[in-house]
């Protein structure tokens, strides 16, 4: 009955490969997001989808691309990996963008290390 | 631009004790604030949040948190701490306007020992 749920858990691999996060919620809301939480435990937002559609991308380097087939998922695939793309990737939802009492529910986390 | 200030890296409390986690905010209009927690190897969980109204908020697990404008604070409390409280809080503000964007604060590590 996970709300927010994300695969894999945990993901190791070699500098320069591409690797897909996948996120799915089951709650019936709108958008979506990912966060990058760096190994100090600070968490920032990158992107947000609405209903399919980008509406926020903060800043990311283009390695990262986002993809939302429908809008119950939201998938982030990062091209040629970087010493500094390890971290813990959080995806989130919530029921509407921009709706004041909106709140955003987390997923478990991916733990992704570049070797 | 909207952002939160954590001034506490780690809170230490002893069980049965009340705490409190600081939080101050800076934002250009009324503010919406949340309060986030994160055990360790878990994603974060919500815990309460001020949108409008009273300035006391009631939350999740015995939490609660008090809005002051006049000190842009939002700091979250507990009357009776428990070891099972010990984790990583968060605080966070999404400003009127800038769509559905959370800016987080640097986390607050809550240690509750016996």
């Known amino acids: 009955d996970t709300a927010v749920s994300q695969t894999p858990k945990y993901l190791v691999t070699q500098m320069g490969n591409d690797k897909s996060i996948k996120c799915e919620q089951n709650l019936g809301h709108d958008t979506m997001y990912w966060y990058k939480q760096d190994s100090k435990k600070f968490l920032k937002i990158m992107f947000s989808y609405n209903n399919k559609e980008l509406i926020i991308n903060e800043t990311v380097p283009n390695r990262f691309s986002p993809k939302s087939p429908d809008k119950a998922h939201l998938n982030l695939h990062i091209n040629s990996l970087e010493l500094g793309d390890s971290a813990v990737y959080f995806c989130a939802s919530s029921q509407l963008a921009g709706g004041i009492t909106d709140t955003q529910y987390f997923g478990p986390g991916t733990r992704l290390t570049v070797l | 631009a909207q952002s939160v200030a954590q001034p506490e890296d780690q809170v230490n409390v002893a069980e049965g004790n009340p705490l409190t986690v600081k939080c101050t905010y800076s934002v250009s209009g009324n503010p919406y604030l949340f309060w986030y927690v994160q055990y360790p190897n878990r994603g974060l969980q919500f815990l309460l949040k001020y949108i409008t109204g009273d300035n006391l908020v009631k939350g999740s697990y015995g939490f609660e948190a008090e809005f002051n404008k006049s000190q842009t604070s939002f700091h979250l409390k507990k009357p009776s701490a428990l070891v099972s409280d010990s984790a990583l809080y968060f605080c966070?503000?999404?400003?009127?306007?800038?769509?559905?964007?959370?800016?987080f604060g640097t986390g607050t590590q809550l240690k509750v020992e016996l």
């Open positions: 966070a503000v999404r400003e009127p306007g800038g769509g559905n964007k959370l800016t």
